[in-house]
């Protein structure tokens, strides 16, 4: 439906102030057409009524040859008849009434006078005539036009001692009417827009005062969307709807940072809890395999088993603990980090474990962040792309200023890839393509919700895409690149 798409659609100042506006024009022309109406009619009646009340009075007073129509009395000269008197009668009524036509009919409908040519009055038959004098019928009008004259025409029965003798019918001129009509449509226009301007404006600052309170609800929500917990819309002083729901959505927001903020709290103190005793374990399990070197082999193997595991439990812990910092603001005056010496550091770390990366980074590149996390974000990925390539693959890091003004840096392998499925939510924490969730084939799960965390704090973004490879050797074309945008800086 297309008023709905169009609510829908459209922003709500642009629907309330249009529908308002049509609205009040609407309401102003149909007030200005019923008034011009009713004026018209009444100035009609009115005109029509004088000119009426101006022929009867000339009938009654006509003079006395006209009065005695078809006695003939014997002996005197006989009076003359309707006939003879009629275009007399015609003649006065022209000269009383000025401006119009002027015709008599008899009642056999013959036309007896008429003053000038028809000029699109239309003329009367027998029946019509019949008509008008038949008993009982009023005096009747009719509207005309002719030549881009508009005009009233009246008939009325000229009735002389109960017998009728024929119909007069006369023209009203709209002259007098028409420029009264004018000056009242000015009037009513002039009235109109005078009272459109001011209502335009305030219908536009009614909905400026009604739209903005909701454009803030709508900026808060995005910017707690976004991961700004303190935002508030801060409208507490209304007491309308809107007020109310912002009033809301204020103390919804202090919830949601309160329980967040607990919950990362819980993190970050369990997370600090579990390293002393864990450090503790794998002291103990070093102790013991040093003062027993000779124990049996499956004493051996056990305190192995447990010095891994516990160096496992050791690496969580940091990986919780470095995800519930990473949620933390960080100091933003920190110094330009150049991406060039951190990639170069990684590929360093990676040819010690007997790994070639290729490394492809203009020497200018800088991003403002604290360079732990940034080593961290590129730490992290170079490990997965190392961990989830074959040693005959190739991994590649290659970093360049893109053309928002970011500094993009990829981290590509021609590895096994990820399949469809399981690519929008490596992301999240602790999700492992692997869902058997073996030890070799890869680690806690954390490493890309850490990246996922830090870039976001740094005001970046990160993308991954992904081709899975068959078979997991991999080839060209096949594999995994995942993309981080961080804003650009000049290097110090
Ligand atoms: P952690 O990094 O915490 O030690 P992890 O590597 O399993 O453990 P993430 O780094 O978060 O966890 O990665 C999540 C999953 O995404 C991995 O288990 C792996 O299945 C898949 N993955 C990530 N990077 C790649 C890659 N370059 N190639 C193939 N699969 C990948
Ligand atoms: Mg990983």
């Known amino acids: 439906m297309v008023p709905r798409d169009w609510v829908w659609g459209s922003n709500l100042r ?101 003053n000038g040519p028809a000029r699109g009055v239309p003329d009367l038959d027998a029946a019509a005539v019949a008509k008008i004098l038949s008993p009982g019928s009023l005096p ?17 029965p000229l009735v002389a001692r109960g017998q009728c003798l024929g119909v ?13 009509l004018r000056k009242l449509a000015l009037f009513i226009l002039l009235c109109s827009l005078a009272a459109l301007v001011p209502g335009y404006l305030w219908l536009l600052w009614l909905a400026h005062t009604l739209a903005s309170p909701l454009e803030r609800l709508k900026q808060t929500a995005l910017r707690m969307g976004a991961g700004d917990l303190q935002a508030r819309t801060g409208l507490g002083g209304g007491r309308n709807e809107v007020f109310a729901v912002a009033a809301a959505f204020d103390s919804m927001a202090v919830r949601l940072q309160a329980s967040f903020q607990s919950q990362r709290r819980f993190v970050a103190d369990a997370s600090h809890e579990l390293k002393t005793p864990l450090t503790t374990l794998s002291g103990m399990a070093e102790v013991l395999q040093m003062s027993n070197p000779c124990s049996d082999p499956q004493t051996q193997k056990a305190l192995r088993t ?50 070639t990366v290729g490394c492809e980074c203009p020497a200018e590149l800088a991003v403002r962040g604290p360079e732990s996390r940034l080593r961290r974000i590129f730490g992290n990925l170079l490990d ?103 804003p650009a800086c000049r290097r110090p």
């Open 168 to 180: 007069l019918q006369v023209t009203n001129s709209s002259e007098g009417v028409e420029v009264q």
């Open 140 to 156: 009747q009008s009719m509207n005309a036009s002719s030549e881009g004259q508009r005009f009233h025409i009246l008939c009325l």
């Open 306 to 355: 447990i010095e891994r595991e516990v160096e496992r439990m050791n690496g969580l812990v940091s990986d919780l603990l470095e995800l519930s910092r990473a949620e933390e603001p960080h100091p933003q005056d920190v110094a330009a980090v150049s991406i060039h010496e951190i990639l170069d550091e990684l590929v360093e770390e990676a040819s010690m474990r007997a790994r």
């Open 384 to 486: 997965n792309a190392l961990q989830y390539t074959p040693s005959t693959g190739t991994v590649c890091l290659r970093a360049y200023l893109s053309d928002s003004g970011m500094v993009a840096v990829e981290v590509s392998d021609n590895g096994a890839g990820i399949s469809s499925d399981d690519l929008p939510h490596v992301f999240e924490r602790f999700y492992r393509a692997d869902h058997s969730r073996a030890r070799r084939s890869g680690g806690t799960g954390l490493g890309l919700a850490i990246v996922w965390s830090l870039v976001e704090s740094l005001q970046g973004q990160v993308e991954i895409r992904s081709t899975p490879g068959f078979p997991p050797e991999g080839y060209p074309g096949q594999g995994t690149t995942v993309t981080v945008r961080l």
């Open 14 to 114: 642009t629907v309330l102030t249009r529908s308002c506006l049509a609205l009040l024009v609407a309401t102003q022309v149909a007030v200005g057409v019923g008034v011009f109406a009713l004026v018209e009619h009444f100035l009609w009646r009115t005109s029509d009524g004088q000119l009426l009340e101006a022929v009867r009075s000339l009938w009654e007073h006509r003079p006395a040859f006209m009065q005695g129509e078809n006695s003939e009395l014997p002996g005197l000269r006989p009076h003359l008849t309707f006939s003879e008197w009629g275009p007399h009668f015609g003649q006065m009524v022209a000269v009383s009434v000025g401006r119009g036509l002027v015709r008599i009919y008899r009642d056999d409908g013959a036309l007896l006078f008429a």
